[in-house]
């Protein structure tokens, strides 16, 4: 019932900067959360930062004062400013919503494709 599409990624040098996006389009009623994670080879997928509908934002520890995660609600968007970026910050990046339907209260989980990021010099 939703669909997600991330932009952004890129090639990018240690120190830099990227903006990524993620625009969720579908039937649901409303938005209670959006959210990236990301996936680097042969670890598993970790959360970088979640951001409620009117709540307080979470970071993972290892990107605390370097990202910044935003929204804006008119557009169904989600963005991930990610500054003074580390080598250790190379992976797929995904975007994650989560939804409502009609009036009931039940509560439903999607993903983008994911977009690649790559910190090298």
């Known amino acids: 019932q939703a669909q997600l599409v991330e932009s952004g990624g890129g090639l990018v040098q240690p120190g830099g900067s990227l903006r990524l996006s993620c625009v969720a389009s579908?039937?649901?009623?409303?938005?209670?959360?959006m959210g990236w994670y990301r996936q680097a080879p042969g670890n598993q997928r970790e959360l970088v930062a979640r951001i409620p509908s009117g709540g307080s934002t979470n970071y993972a520890d290892s990107v605390k004062g370097r990202f910044t995660i935003s929204t804006d609600n008119a557009k169904n968007t989600v963005y991930l400013q990610m500054n003074s970026l580390k080598p250790e910050d190379t992976a797929i990046y995904y975007c994650n919503v989560l939804v409502q339907r009609g009036l009931g209260p039940q509560r439903y989980i999607y993903w983008g494709q994911g977009t690649q990021v790559t910190v090298s010099s």
């Open positions: 579908g039937s649901f009623s409303s938005i209670n959360a």
